[in-house]
């Protein structure tokens, strides 16, 4: 397992260790999905009051699983499987220390599997904050311990293969942009995962009844991880926007420095979002909150607005370079939009923007924050952030690492084209109900809407069964499009047809494979390439400037409502 391949497609040398761990690691991440897939469908058909599935107890241990999975699991899996392709992959190097990397994956196995026996088992009944004083058995704060120092471990594994490959001089220059942003994400999980254990040792040993624990203290610590964790997925994510765009339609990078200096800020500020999930608790002052969502957490934001221009710009001007030159939108109608990949990549760009991004900025106002704290806009915005943003991004990248990585050509390919398509629009339609029943005080957290024999009922306008009728739909269609994902990929790891060690699929017709693989994207042509590496040079980008316009247009639109909401709470004007 020590040899390197080379892969016919892309021409880079891979480790055998490097293959080994991103197979495993992407693997174990399938398998968190699907849990909390199977319990997204009973939160949801309980959060739906026509249907109200589970009774209280169960819903709250489903809430818990689906969490910890789809938040913890799923993502921390598959980002561990980034850092070993973003790293040993795209530098041509060796993996130099294979053992401790199964005994990291190991440990977070180990770890998985303790936090999910606690929680199938009723013993951990806390979601996914777990806040204290909530107790769940003491394995599953050991659990969530063995994790983090197994994730930690790839971390630190990571930043060696970078060492090595500097160091053997497996790579030309500068590390690509795509592995600067997997070391952006490794940065801020260092910080995370830190956080992670500085709060779950003591509540471990709280849980054991050895000493006390502070709520308060439990829960700004606590949030370093539990929002910084999805603060990892952004940099991935957007490494993996570019690393799409590159293999889809043959993206460019506008402007290296501009996007390096965006996952700069990444690392220095967006930690401090997660004071965004204090701004109704009253142990904050005023200033410590207002200081870290708005003056800080701005300049995070800025770097989310620079690659949200970037990565559409560069995809423009990357098909205009190759002839798609034709009026404002011609080279959005000649993109491949039949490819998985690229599908899931306009998706995962445009859902995460519009509706992830506007209302993550608007919720984080400590203003705003107290009309939408506990409603069902918070859950909304996740769903459009880490779901429609982060998982489509990882659902994308998948339809590559299957040939590329696996060397299996995709079942069920008609499928797959399509599945990007279902999962994007039964999130819209999720993420956007769940948000706008929000908007009318539906509770986040509640079991009950109706609040049935509570001595306070709280009355909803009749249109909240409407609007949650029609998130129930929604849910359900991104729920065919999750299985409709992990069908496909579940039975082209292990049962898909091989691909022989030196085939390309260059040309091939009829087969599973992208058309990133069978028909790559032709070469720039060298003046064009020499201006993009020497100077860096911005096009002209035209589409994509009329589609920031009408993003900012909404922005401010939502923004404003917002502040416009608050003051009829208010009775002010």
């Not at 599953?140 to 983090?148: P, S, T």
């Not at 998706?347 to 704290?373: D, K, M, P, Y």
């Amino acid at each position: 397992m020590s040899a390197f391949r080379t892969c016919p497609s892309t021409g880079l040398k891979v480790h055998g260790q490097a293959d080994a761990l991103i197979k495993a690691n992407a693997v174990a991440a399938t398998v968190a999905l699907l849990v909390g897939g199977v319990a997204a469908i009973l939160v949801l058909l309980t959060r739906w009051q026509a249907v109200h599935l589970l009774e209280a107890t169960m819903f709250y241990r489903m809430l818990t699983v689906h969490g910890m999975n789809m938040l913890i699991f799923f993502i921390i899996f598959f980002e561990m499987a980034v850092l070993y392709f973003a790293s040993a992959v795209l530098l041509n190097a060796r993996v130099p220390a294979p053992k401790t990397g199964w005994v990291a994956f190991a440990l977070m196995v180990v770890g998985t599997l303790m936090v999910e026996w606690t929680m199938w088992t009723g013993r951990a009944d806390v979601l996914f904050t777990s806040y204290v004083p909530l107790r769940a058995h003491p394995l599953f704060y050991l659990g969530v311990i063995f994790f983090a120092v197994g994730a930690l471990t790839v971390v630190g594994h990571f930043f060696a293969i970078l060492v090595v490959a500097k160091r053997e001089m497996t790579y030309d220059g500068s590390v690509p942009l795509v592995t600067y942003g997997a070391l952006t994400a490794a940065i801020i999980a260092a910080v995370t995962l830190l956080h992670g254990a500085i709060i779950y040792i003591p509540t471990f040993l709280w849980s054991l009844d050895m000493m006390g624990l502070d709520p308060q203290v439990y829960r700004m610590v606590w949030w370093g991880l539990g929002h910084s964790s999805q603060q990892i997925n952004v940099a991935a994510m957007v490494s993996i926007w570019y690393l799409l765009a590159a293999l889809t339609v043959g993206g460019v990078v506008l402007n290296e420095k501009v996007s390096r200096s965006a996952f700069v800020l990444y690392i220095l500020f967006i930690s401090m979002a997660s004071a965004h999930h204090l701004l109704v608790d009253p142990g904050m002052g005023p200033s410590w909150k207002v200081w870290n969502t708005s003056y800080f957490m701005y300049m995070a934001v800025m770097a989310s607005m620079l690659h949200g221009f970037t990565v559409p710009a560069g995809i423009e001007l990357g098909l205009r370079l190759r002839g798609a030159t034709q009026g404002l939108f011609g080279w959005l109608t000649r993109a491949p939009w039949g490819d998985p990949g690229f599908s899931s990549l306009v998706f995962s760009l445009v859902v995460f923007g519009f509706v992830g991004g506007i209302t993550g900025v608007t919720f984080g106002t400590e203003q705003i924050n107290i009309i939408a704290h506990n409603t069902l806009r918070i859950p909304g915005h996740f769903h459009a952030t880490v779901v429609s943003g982060t998982a489509m991004a990882f659902m994308g990248i998948t339809y590559y690492v299957i040939p590329l990585i696996f060397r299996r050509e995709i079942a069920f390919y008609p499928i797959a084209k399509i599945q990007p398509y279902v999962f994007a629009i039964g999130m819209l339609i999720f993420s956007m109900s769940m948000t706008f029943a929000g908007s009318f005080g539906v509770p986040r957290r509640h079991w009950d809407t109706t609040f049935t024999g509570a001595p306070f009922r709280p009355e909803f306008s009749p249109a909240v069964d409407l609007v949650v009728g029609v998130m129930g739909v929604g849910g359900l269609i991104a729920i065919v499009g999750g299985a409709m994902y992990i069908l496909v990929t579940v039975w082209s790891v292990f049962f898909g047809k091989r691909m022989a060690p030196d085939d390309s699929g260059l040309g091939a017709v009829g087969r599973g494979l992208p058309p990133g693989i069978t028909h790559p994207p032709r070469a720039l042509e060298p003046a064009d390439a020499e201006r993009l590496e020497d100077r860096g040079w911005l096009g002209p980008v035209p589409g994509t400037m009329i589609l920031v316009l009408i993003f900012l247009a909404a922005f401010i639109t939502y923004y404003f409502v917002n502040w416009k909401l608050l003051s009829f709470l208010w009775r002010v004007g």
